[in-house]
């Protein structure tokens, strides 16, 4: 059962607030999914921007054609990847690539992405089922309290938009007890980076076909600051819960040990993983 304070505003769960500043997005994974597995407690991460392009893909997409044995898992998700990246460019340029523990599609991010992720027990929000589609609705309707009527904010299928321009995107991992919901915001993308993905064979229908550059929107173009856009989303987490601002070395938890990252989902793809890919 989720903690509860005594706030202003009423009764409020508990959630523990880290923030970060150019984490590595691997760490941060890990991070998450130890939360998610290890602690009782809720969490809001924030980091903004990570400290090198790397490439993230969900675990389902990386696994949804092939539902087979464990036996063939690493196999068929090597074929997967040849899919949803271009592997030589990314192998010739020296790209990490990281399978998360969590669904979704593929992502490149960097330091001009801007992470946000709840991990949370599933009776810490209210009247929440803690499915996939009630907790994307809860989410937009947070985000909608952050940007308020910015260029025809929405959400659309599971991203988030300005009218029928992407800013964000989403996946989510949910257990017995408990559920993250993590987000990558766009404040800026480097073009180049977008060369890195292929042009997927499944995607929203508002997205219409359109390439990379054309279906994307840079958050820069829309808001006037990167460091206010946090500030509000930490602002509108005070409306939802109460606020316990931590750092990292306070979580009394083993999540620190740095020893037991094969006992968890998130992977750092080898150089041979992505030649097998390669040649698949």
Known sequence: MSAVRISKTGD?????????????????????????RRSSDNWCIVND??????????????????????????????????????VEKVMNEGIPVIRRFSGGGTVIVDKGTIFVTFICNKGAIDRLQ??????????????????????KFNLRENDYCFGDYKFGGNAQSITKSRWVH??????????????????????????????HIDFLCPMRSILLSRSEFIRKTISALENHFCVNPMELDEIKTDTNDTNEEHQYSTKLMTFEDLGKALAS
């Open 12 to 36: 409020l769960p508990l959630i523990n607030l880290l923030r970060f500043k150019g984490k590595p997005i691997f760490d941060q994974l890990i991070l998450e999914e130890k939360l998610l």
């Open 49 to 86: 921007g990570t400290d090198r392009p790397t490439i993230v893909s969900g675990l389902s997409g990386l696994s949804l054609f092939f539902p087979h044995s464990r036996f063939h898992l690493q196999a068929n998700i090597c074929r997967k990847l040849s899919q949803l990246i271009e």
């Open 182 to 211: 993590h987000t990558s915001f766009l404040w800026d993308f480097d073009t180049h980076n977008m060369s890195y993905l292929t042009h997927p064979l499944k995607m929203p229908k508002y997205r219409l076909e359109r390439n």
């Open 130 to 151: 803690p499915f996939p589609q009630p907790i994307m609705s809860w989410t937009g309707q947070f985000y909608s309290q952050v940007l308020g009527g910015a260029h």
